[in-house]
């Protein structure tokens, strides 16, 4: 396999392993509740574990500190939004998981944040790698 493809694969596992750990591992009960408002405390505090792991991420992948400190606070202002957009439509469906449509909504949230990652990866090749 070629260097760079190896290094891409990586980097997808590694911010897999990242996301586990961030969305469903450590987020605390003050990150859960009432994300529904925007200015939410607990949600950027969880959207700043997820960037304070891509840091972790990105240093192991040898990444500048320029290219770490900027994908980072974008993948922060990412996350938030895209965590505030499904608690306003879960709250707003009043949406509970024994509905399906609960499920729709967390599977669109995931999905997002792993096409995050893929554009993350892909800032990665063309100014890091």
Not at 13 to 33: E, G, I, N, R
Not at 107 to 113: K, N, S
């Amino acid at each position: 396999m070629p260097d760079l493809a190896g290094a891409i694969l990586l980097l997808l596992c590694l911010m897999q392993v990242k996301h586990m750990f961030a969305d469903f591992y450590l987020q605390t009960p003050k990150m859960l509740s009432g994300r529904g408002e925007y200015f939410h405390g607990g949600r950027a505090q969880h959207a700043g574990v997820h960037a304070l792991g891509s840091v972790i991420v990105f240093v192991i992948m040898g990444a500048s500190v320029p290219f770490i400190l900027t994908i980072c606070a974008l993948e922060w202002l990412v996350h938030f939004n895209i965590d505030y957009c499904k608690a306003r439509y879960s709250d707003s469906k009043q949406l509970t998981p024994q509905q399906a449509v609960f499920w729709r909504a967390v599977g669109t949230d995931q999905a997002l944040h792993q096409l995050t990652y893929i554009a993350m990866v892909a800032a990665w090749v063309k100014c890091a790698a």
